[in-house]
Structures are given as C-alpha cells and as structure tokens.
C-alpha cells in the first residue's frame, strides 16, 4: 500500500505528516523518519479497519508531498489480526479452525515475523 506524506524539517527534526489521517511523527535522520512514516502509516490503517473503514493507495500524490510505501508483510499480518478480532475470534481459534499450530497462527499475525 503506498501512501503520500509531507516531510519538512523544524529544529533538526524531520517530520512526517500523513495529511489524510492528520497524524504527525518525527525522526532525526531520512532512514529514521521513513521508518517512523511507515509505522504511523500502518498503525492508521489498522485504526481504519478497526473503525470498519476501508484504506486504498493513495492514486495521486499531492503537491509537497512523497510517496512512503507499507511494506506487505506488515500489512497482511495487521489485516489478518484486523479480521480475526473483527470476528471476535481467539487466535487459538482461529488456529484450531485452519487446522495449524497456535505458534504458526501467532506468526501469522506477528508483523516482525510473519
């Protein structure tokens, strides 16, 4: 999912302002607050889907502002545990449903290690 956010620099910060969900992070160096866009990205789509809402990519990228892609691996395990809690389903549950491990549910659901 690809998404645009503004980065401009105040007090030797970079920030990084996800202007559709009118959230704001910050970070030191490019790699820092790439990586803080990413995760202040993540975390609003989940926020959407928990709301019910639906995210798509952003189609076009507004004037002063820069692409920031949420990587996929991240985004599935979120949009998996989304579903799950939707559901109102325990990932034991869920696990025992689809006929797998609770530990390789678990991972499914984990962005670092899905």
Known sequence: MR?????????????ADAV??????????????RRMAQDLLLNCVVWEWKSAREVESDQKLPEGCEWVTIPAKPLLAARIASQR?????????????LGVGISTYQRWESPKLC
Do not use: N
């Open 20 to 33: 559709r969900f009118k959230r704001l992070t910050q970070g030191k160096s490019d790699e820092e607050i």
């Open 85 to 97: 809690q939707k559901s109102g389903m325990t990932m034991k549950e869920v696990a025992a449903k």
């Open 3 to 15: 998404l645009a956010v503004s980065v401009s620099e105040e007090d030797g910060w970079k920030m």
